[in-house]
């Protein structure tokens, strides 16, 4: 629990106008897809200048800025909570905000598809809690994980599949089907599968990880057993050369 390196920033400045330096502060980070508002992470990993990224379309009820207000309240409520600054697709280096969002309109990734999420609008949240950083972006997960890590080399420490939901929980696609577009982006990446990888009871584990150990956490709906797995050291290898990356 203690491997998993501190990001080196933890500059205050990143809360003004300060270019974020993504480049030290995404290798290394904790990667939530699918998250919905949930604090457990940050309050179970906490490391100085660490980078929490969520990313979640949040396609539920309400207006666009409804869910922006919702967010920007919860993580105002998170403990240690000292500020945030709204980001939008230059700060993270992105053209637009379609490079995070329209996985599901790709030809390839149709047949795997439950339904199309409905339009809504993303946004972007960077906040500082305690000595940790939470990027929160209303966005769609698989298409955040190859814009922010596969298309740039950078790769998360840890990955959490809690609920990511499919069908009535709101997913478009069930993280759990070998070979789906959530499978297929984990391979592209150029280095490889992120080292750990936390799951609950809805998500079986990768036959890459193996069981590393197991923790008890309080969550904010539910008391639930999360298991950590670490990756096998012969999976850490590079992107099969049979899957193509995108350009």
């Known amino acids: 629990m203690n491997s998993f390196p501190p990001t080196p920033t933890s500059d205050p400045d990143l809360l003004g106008q300060a270019p974020i330096p993504w480049s030290e502060m995404l290798p290394g980070c904790f990667y939530y897809p699918c998250c919905r508002l949930d604090p457990w992470p940050v309050r179970t990993f906490p490391r100085p200048g660490r980078l929490f990224v969520y990313a979640d379309y949040l396609n539920e ?23 945030l600054r709204e980001v939008g697709p230059a700060d993270l280096g992105f053209p637009d905000w379609s490079i995070a969002t329209d996985t599901w309109k790709r030809p ?4 795997w ?9 993303p946004f972007g949240f960077l906040a500082g809690i305690g000595e940790s950083w939470l990027l929160y972006l209303a966005t769609e997960a698989i298409a955040t994980y190859e814009a922010l890590f596969v298309a740039t080399g950078h790769r998360p420490d840890l990955v959490a599949l809690i609920q990511p939901g499919f069908g009535l929980g709101g997913g478009w696609v069930d993280f759990r089907n070998p070979g789906n577009p959530w499978d297929q982006a984990l391979q592209r990446h150029p280095k490889g599968l ?5 799951t609950n009871r809805y998500c079986h584990h990768y036959p890459a990880w193996d069981t590393q150990g197991r923790m008890h956490v309080l969550r904010t709906w539910d008391e639930d057993e999360l298991t950590l797995w670490s990756l096998h050291p012969a999976a850490d290898r590079p992107h099969r050369p049979g899957l193509r990356r995108r350009a």
């Open 61 to 83: 009820t309400g207006t666009d800025q409804e869910r922006k207000d919702r967010v920007r309240t919860w993580l105002e409520g998170l403990p240690g909570f000292r500020g």
């Open 113 to 121: 598809g439950h339904a199309q999420p409905d339009a809504v609008q």
């Open 194 to 198: 992120p080292p750990h990888l936390v």
């Open 108 to 111: 390839e990734c149709q047949p």
